[in-house]
């Protein structure tokens, strides 16, 4: 249980010590501010503790979002401070510092030497907090926007304290939190209106944000099933639970905003559960169309390829800037000039078809359509998008002075998914061999071109000679850091090479079970590659090596499936792509597992992403 120490003088018919039981903390209350260092060495390591001024008045939700966030090892408000187990060594010392300066005994108040920053009033909390600032240590103060917190320094401050407490709705400004700031507009204007208060009623009755993220995954998986049954009650039932699922996707962020419930495990879920959701329920859809005579397997998996290098744009784009310098262009100038225009914002959000506007226009085409007509759809809708997005960012890069930094190389090579062919070959260069910085995205450009060229050419061995060359114009281009402008495209190639490659010679096999096979290891390595992405954000960084030497990286995967092709009749390619996709799943799914559910994977929540 985390435990709250009270300092200051108590103030009569105060509600702290009640408000903080009610967040789950064991309340202690110290004598002076020796005390106060006595019981904060008394607490476990192990354990949060708190250190709130006994004159504290405001709303819960501050002392909720100010004290009980699991995601930050140090985080204050006015007036109290909070330490989880990785803060505690920093909170401790600057407790003792503070004591030290001061010479206060065990029966002494707070030293009148240093005062908060709040009015006039001296608070123990807030001086160990400037402390912490004095240190450089990294304090989270959590925005409260109209919510109160204070340690008023006389009773009229205290009583206009609480007039402005009782002026302002606790729970509307928790509700209204609960919803993320930047949305697309059926997300903002469809769902979150009411699906705000159905968070609310699974707070209420102990549900976490990780089993309705569960219930989402199951009901989309329902909604797949009802679309593979090829009827037209089938595929009504499934728009229906595909919007459902959407609600229930958009609730469990809401809860976990709404109650603080933040997990490491819930940020894995959250991350792979949209994907799988999705990309399930275009199986669903070709599994139905195939009952009623239409084969739409290669319309499925090529809505997967560009959702997947859509979202593999937005990942290396926003890598390759995350820490750049000079973060400025005309283009981005032009971009937060429409922003000020209300309506502009919303159609932008519109056009690059994000994740509420997409599955309600999949839903409602599956109830009315065809799953060919579903496809056609979407592939247009995202091929559109992706177009905005892409050129939008190209623009941006080429008329940014930017400096690249290492960080944002190191990624963007992770992201690349380079394996030991590729690495090489990359080892060959000598040191010495200097290339010019759009060297990387040239020699990218070119493996693609060839492996396209040679892969459309009908002739297995030339594309299995196109691959060979692929794979050494991989290893060549990231010899050398990715520092170029552009060089944020070179991951999203790689992912359209391997992906449409494979895509295209299961199309051309012919055989019966080819594409759904390849629609089972495209799955399998864009689960690897989103994978990838997720670790990079937590800093983390890549996936072990061994993982990407075990499944072969792009190159090496393009390089076997064109061989395959070559040797192989049809139905044993099938068999062989059926087996490769099994086996990438499980050596993938296993590390995956192993590393978010351990205490060292890094606390990432999608909620940036509204694709």
């Not at 229930?248 to 709404?258: E, F, H, N, P, V």
Request: hydrophobic letters at 50%; a neutral charge; aromatic letters at 8%.
């Amino acid at each position: 249980m985390p435990t709250a120490i009270l300092t200051g003088q108590p103030v009569p018919g105060s509600s702290i010590e009640t408000d903080l039981r009610s967040l789950g903390f064991d309340v202690r209350t110290a004598a002076g501010a020796a005390d106060a260092e006595t019981l904060l060495a008394a607490v476990p390591g192990d354990q949060r503790v708190a250190l709130v001024d006994t004159r504290f008045v405001g709303h819960l939700h501050a002392l909720r979002l100010g004290l009980t966030d699991p995601r930050f090892p140090l985080a204050a408000i006015p007036g109290a401070v909070t330490a989880q187990s990785a803060g505690r060594q920093a909170l401790t010392r600057a407790m003792a510092r503070e004591n030290s300066a001061s010479g206060s005994t065990a029966g002494g108040g707070a030293p009148a030497r240093a005062k908060s920053s709040v009015g006039d009033v001296d608070s123990l909390a807030d001086r160990v907090v400037a402390a912490l600032d004095t240190d450089g240590t990294d304090v989270h103060r959590p925005e409260l926007g109209s919510l109160v917190a204070e340690v008023p320094a006389d009773p009229q401050a205290r009583n206009e304290a609480r007039q402005a407490v009782a002026a302002v709705d606790d729970e509307a400004v928790r509700l209204k939190s609960a919803v993320k700031s930047r949305d697309g507009f059926f997300t903002t204007y469809c769902v979150s209106p009411y699906s705000r208060y159905i968070a609310r009623w699974c707070a209420r009755r102990g549900l976490t944000p990780n089993q309705v993220t569960t219930a989402s995954l199951i009901t989309a998986l329902i909604a797949a099933g009802c679309a593979a049954t090829g009827t037209r009650g089938g595929f009504i039932a499934a728009g229906l639970l595909l919007i459902f699922s959407f609600v229930l996707d958009c609730t469990d962020g809401q809860l976990a905003r709404y109650s603080l419930q933040y997990s490491t495990l819930g940020a894995w879920l959250d991350a792979t559960f949209d994907r799988a959701k999705e990309y399930a329920y275009y199986a669903g859809l070709a599994l139905g169309a195939a009952r009623g005579g239409d084969d739409v397997w290669a319309l499925a998996l090529g809505a997967m390829v560009l959702q997947t290098c859509r979202h593999v744009v937005d990942f290396s784009f926003n890598e390759a800037n995350h820490d750049a310098s000079a973060n400025t262009s005309p283009t981005a100038a032009l971009s937060d000039k429409l922003d000020s225009v209300g309506w502009t914002v919303w159609v932008r959000r519109m056009i690059v078809l994000p994740i509420g506007e997409r599955w309600a226009m999949i839903a409602v085409l599956t109830a009315a359509t065809t799953p060919r007509i579903t496809f056609y759809a979407l592939l247009i809708g995202c091929a559109l998008a992706a177009t905005y997005t892409t050129a939008g960012r190209v623009l941006r890069s080429v008329t940014r002075r930017a400096k690249r930094t290492d960080r944002a190389a190191r990624a963007l090579a992770d992201l690349a998914d380079n394996g030991p062919l590729a690495a090489f070959v990359g080892s060959l260069r000598s040191p010495n061999t200097r290339f010019h910085p759009s060297s990387p995205l040239l020699l990218a450009v070119f493996g693609v071109v060839v492996l396209a060229a040679n892969v459309a050419s009908g002739s297995p061995s030339a594309a299995a000679v196109g691959a060979v060359i692929y794979a050494l114009s991989s290893g060549v281009a990231l010899s050398q850091p990715l520092k170029g402008a552009l060089d944020w495209l070179v991951p999203p190639l790689f992912r359209a090479a391997e992906y449409l490659t494979v895509l295209v010679l299961a199309a051309r096999a012919d055989a019966n079970g080819a594409l759904p096979a390849a629609f089972g290891l495209v799955a399998a390595v864009a689960y690897h590659h989103y994978d990838t992405v997720y670790r990079i954000r937590g800093n983390a960084g890549a996936p072990p090596a061994w993982l990407v030497r075990a499944v072969g990286g792009q190159e090496g995967r393009t390089l076997l499936v064109t061989v395959l092709a070559a040797l192989l009749t049809a139905s044993q390619f099938t068999v062989a792509l059926t087996a490769l996709a099994v086996a990438v799943a499980l050596v993938v799914l296993a590390e995956s597992i192993r590393f978010w559910v351990s205490a060292g994977a890094p606390a990432v929540h999608d909620e940036g992403e509204t694709a």
